[in-house]
């Protein structure tokens, strides 16, 4: 190789560490966006149990009330601890899900920000292997060679 492929090795290099870190930063994005979207419906499945325990509680409410309204007993007394409790009791598991349902996502996203970070990082590598390549070969195709003179 002679100096009149020097510029070619350079444009060639360019043109390749342009089109991986565009490939790793589109890559990066994607796995973000997957990410987000994942950790959205995980917090709509999570609003959904939730409504679902409501439910649970609002009918077992309404069944003690009821059945202490045809028994004649009102609610005082031991049907309404049997209600406070069950309002007791669906307030922890709320608790519960709702820290639960904070954890994984936040899983969710810190996940996807090092698939991201690894594929970026990933890229830098590469970008430094072709540099290291072209460095390489510039320094082939500048060296006159071993055993030539340029008298």
Not at 24 to 36: D, F, H, P, T, Y
Request: aromatic letters at 2%.
């Amino acid at each position: 190789m002679g100096q009149a492929a020097i510029p070619l090795m350079i444009a060639s290099t360019a043109v390749s560490v342009v089109a991986q870190q565009k490939a790793a930063s589109a890559q990066a994005r994607a796995i973000e966006n997957e990410a987000k979207r994942a950790a959205q419906q995980s917090q709509i499945q999570a609003n959904e149990e939730s409504l679902a325990r409501k439910e649970r509680l609002l009918q077992a409410l309404s069944t003690t009330a009821a059945g202490a309204g045809a028994s004649g007993a009102g609610l005082a007394g031991s049907t309404y601890n049997i209600m406070t409790t069950d309002i007791a009791e669906f307030e922890k598991e709320q608790g519960r899900a709702a820290l639960g349902a904070s954890i994984q996502q936040s899983s969710i996203r810190q996940s996807g920000r090092e698939q991201a970070k690894g594929v970026r990082r990933s890229a830098n590598i590469s970008t430094g292997t072709s540099l290291m390549q072209l460095g390489t070969g510039l320094n082939a195709a500048s060296d006159p060679g071993v055993g030539t003179t340029t008298e």
